[in-house]
């Protein structure tokens, strides 16, 4: 069984990059699927867990020691539920033992154990204002340092959560097989290269 | 004209990898061959040229300041020059006009205004200590906590080197079109599907 994972920075075209891949070597693809089934398997709505789960969750507080002020960052109890969950539909994709491209939720760690590929995609800072403004109708009324700042909040927690859950950092070189930057190429042609790339890694190991 | 340039961790095999790809594609290789004319130009012993480029020349001093005492870095005049004559070396290897692969001394900041297509290799630790045990004669008395301490020295110099040429960090993803990391690879297959993927890039911007 072969797993390509697809990490990203926001608006780095990570996601359709994989389904692109995935579309060009016959595999599934796992995107917000995964998030459909952590609602339905929760009882909860799909926009509060997605929201949860990718953007929200982490909370600071202050405590005194010391005589100091320190901030304290902690996850919501809902969100370690949301996390468990996740980690279960993951595992359980990876159960049906067949070739899938799984975008994004840590599943380069989750799922180590089967050997994936991993991609880590990122672009510069105007390519991905450029890839928000085309894409996403919710943005239009941000301006580009509004849009900024969402796009810094969303990979910070991302970062968190990877931390979280396997003590390493978001984006580290050394954690991925490819590091990507998209900013400078037409996507169906990166795509194309990438996919072709993991098949090389795959047949080297057979 | 179409250039490769490849930066690296010491020890990830970067410079092999870029020798196969030269090789594949017919590309002109240049190594220690910019070393050699650096030596030649300033008159200097090529393996003073080669150790003061790569490793060393920073030195730290403490200076009093405010009742405290500080440790500045500060790079050696001679390291400088050496850095300003490299710099020319490169740029005429540039103005040939002929399709290449540099191995290392920020040619790819030195050479951005010819869109040069940049990688970056990694890899792990211990994947690094066993291709420097292989590779290298003179490492063979060394035990791995000095190995891995002269690999961090030298990572160390470089990034410091590329800081004080252009300001920018050493192996952070944004600045390189494709960061790979060698650990779990056979080395020429690597090379391969890192040539095919340089190639698809150029093909696509022409």
């Known amino acids: 069984m072969k797993i390509i994972t697809i990490?990203?920075?926001?608006?780095?075209?990570?996601?359709?990059?994989?389904?692109?891949?995935?579309?060009k070597l016959g595999y599934d693809y796992y995107d917000s699927e995964i998030i459909a089934s952590v609602a339905q398997k929760s009882g909860l709505d799909p926009h509060y867990v997605e929201s949860t789960l990718d953007n929200h969750g982490?909370?600071?507080?202050?405590?005194?020691?010391g005589g100091t002020i320190h901030s304290v960052e902690y996850l919501?109890?809902?969100?370690?539920?949301?996390?468990?969950?996740?980690?279960?539909v993951i595992e359980g994709i990876a159960?049906?033992?067949?070739?899938?491209?799984?975008?994004g939720?840590?599943?380069?760690?989750?799922?180590?154990?089967?050997?994936?590929?991993?991609i880590f995609v990122c672009?510069?800072?105007?390519?991905k204002l450029?890839?928000?403004?085309?894409?996403?109708?919710?943005?239009?009324?941000?301006t580009d340092r509004e849009l900024l700042r969402k796009m810094k909040e969303i990979d910070k927690a991302r970062a968190r959560t990877r931390d979280f859950l396997s003590g390493t950092e978001w984006g580290q070189r050394e954690a991925y097989h490819l590091v990507i930057n998209s900013s400078d190429w037409d996507i169906k042609i990166l795509s194309d290269a990438v996919a072709d790339f993991a098949e090389r890694w795959f047949n080297s190991r057979t």
Chains 1, 2 share one sequence.
């Open 105 to 118: 939720r840590n599943a380069d760690v989750i799922l180590k154990d089967y050997n994936p590929f991993n």
């Open 58 to 65: 982490w909370q600071d507080f202050a405590i005194s020691f």
């Open 76 to 88: 919501q109890a809902s969100k370690i539920e949301l996390l468990v969950q996740q980690r279960k």
């Open 7 to 23: 990490s990203r920075e926001f608006g780095s075209g990570g996601r359709e990059i994989g389904k692109r891949i995935a579309q």
């Open 123 to 127: 672009a510069d800072r105007d390519a």
């Open 130 to 142: 450029k890839r928000c403004r085309e894409r996403a109708r919710e943005e239009e009324h941000l």
């Open 95 to 103: 159960a049906l033992g067949k070739d899938c491209v799984i975008i």
